[in-house]
T-cell receptor
């Protein structure tokens, strides 16, 4: 069975603060894929990043960075110098190597205020 | 532009009525998915299809039905057997040719039962 846990239900920060969204996963697959999606108020989920289980390199894309640690089964997402436009619900998701299904966490709502 | 189109965006239904949500994609993706989202919960998989004329139940298939007569279309019917149908429904697709292929999502359909 696969499981994704996003323990932070809601986070509020002031603009320009850094914020980290936590994601812990469980899987018995040796090959798996991890994803982060952003859901703005419009409702559509926007793909942010995917990571393969055999690639533990951290990644930085502009103000976004991701820290993948297999030893702790975590795939955390950090936004540096947050902006109001970052306000959204963020979902972490997991798919086993041969599976077609994607398992989502319950999401973290990020509110960035001025 | 390529993408996934869901319709209608908002739908109201009386109890006891069936309703069909449309999902069309022009991305030439093999697999299509239906997810349900409730407030404060993650996305839960209803049905998915990897090939025309074949589909699989997800985690919460009871009270729903689907068909996949064409590669680009995957409509979802919410039947009167679904006890709590009020929710936000998201359709997604991906290309099975890519091992780590991410899901692409439509803008969603919000169903309210009166």
């Amino acid at each position: 069975a696969q499981k994704v846990t996003q323990a932070q239900t809601e986070i509020s920060v002031v603009e320009k603060e850094d914020v980290t969204l936590d994601c812990v996963y469980e899987t018995r697959d040796t090959t798996y894929y991890l994803f982060w999606y952003k859901q703005p108020p419009s409702g559509e989920l926007v793909f942010l990043i995917r990571r393969n289980s055999f690639d533990e390199q951290n990644e930085i894309s502009g103000r976004y960075s991701w820290n993948f640690q297999k030893s702790t089964s975590s795939f955390n997402f950090t936004i540096t110098a947050s902006q109001v436009v970052d306000s959204a619900v963020y979902f972490c998701a997991l798919r086993g190597g041969t599976a077609s299904k994607l398992t989502f966490g319950t999401g973290t709502r990020l509110q960035v205020t001025l | 532009d390529g993408g996934i189109t869901q319709s209608p965006k908002y739908l109201f239904r009386k109890e006891g009525q069936n309703v069909t949500l449309s999902c069309e994609q022009n991305l030439n993706h093999d697999a299509m998915y239906w997810y349900r989202q409730d407030p404060g919960q993650g996305l839960r998989l209803i049905y998915y299809s990897q090939i025309v004329n074949d589909f699989q139940k997800g985690d919460i298939a009871e009270g729903y039905s689907v068909s996949r007569e064409k590669k680009e279309s995957f409509p979802l019917t919410v039947t009167s057997a679904q006890k709590n149908p009020t929710a936000f429904y998201l359709c997604a697709s991906r290309n099975l040719g890519q091992g780590a292929g991410e899901l692409f999502f439509g803008e969603g359909s919000r169903l309210t039962v009166l």
